[in-house]
């Protein structure tokens, strides 16, 4: 008896605290909301294109821009071989925010192997290779939507970020 009427009672205590509430979103129904998500987006995406802008302007390098936002400089030209899809490109890199903040670098005189177009690597770095022969030496900026988007990578590289590559195409296989 004396276990049941225990039972009971913390039965009530659970049941007597608060639940969360449901969310309300402010908004009239789901087309308001997903206007309001495209213009943030658009937003943002003009404010990191003047950001992006900005730095190459700072650099005063003649960056060159794809069609995706890559944009990329070869600062270091060489008559190397071409890079395809499926070669394994052996490299060397420094990649830091467009504050300059060090965000990963290659280990000294290790290479970071990759397959062009199937290894998990940004989708940047997959396009920028493949702009490079082998011996040369490339900036490339990678805005977020080529790099690690609104998840980042769960280390180093927050939410959004804009990268910048500091890459040496050492080798090819």
């Keep these: 008896m004396r276990s049941l009427l225990l039972f009971i009672l913390i039965g009530l205590a659970f049941a007597c605290v608060d639940r969360p509430k449901k969310k309300v979103i402010p908004f ?3 087309k308001d909301y997903e206007t309001k998500m495209i213009l943030s987006h658009q937003e943002f995406l003009k404010r990191e294109k003047n950001r992006i802008t900005s730095f190459i302007d700072s650099l005063g390098f003649p960056f060159e821009s794809t069609g995706t936002g890559l944009r990329y400089f070869i600062y270091q030209t060489n008559e190397g071989d071409s890079i395809a899809s499926r070669d394994f490109a052996f490299i ?4 830091t925010s467009l ?6 670098q290659s280990p000294q005189r290790k ?7 199937y290894d998990n690597v940004e989708s940047g770095l997959h396009e ?5 022969r082998v011996g040369e030496k490339a900036y490339f900026i990678l805005p977020a939507h080529l790099a690690h988007g609104i998840s980042g990578d769960n280390a180093a590289i927050s939410s959004q970020t804009t990268l910048f590559y500091n890459i040496h195409l050492v080798a090819k296989r």
Excluded at 128 to 132: D, F, L, P, Q, R
């Design 128 to 132: 920028g290779i493949k702009k490079m």
């Design 28 to 30: 009239e129904n789901s």
């Design 99 to 104: 504050e300059g903040d060090t965000l990963y």
């Design 92 to 95: 060397t890199y420094t990649l």
């Design 111 to 117: 290479f970071q192997e990759f397959i062009v177009d």
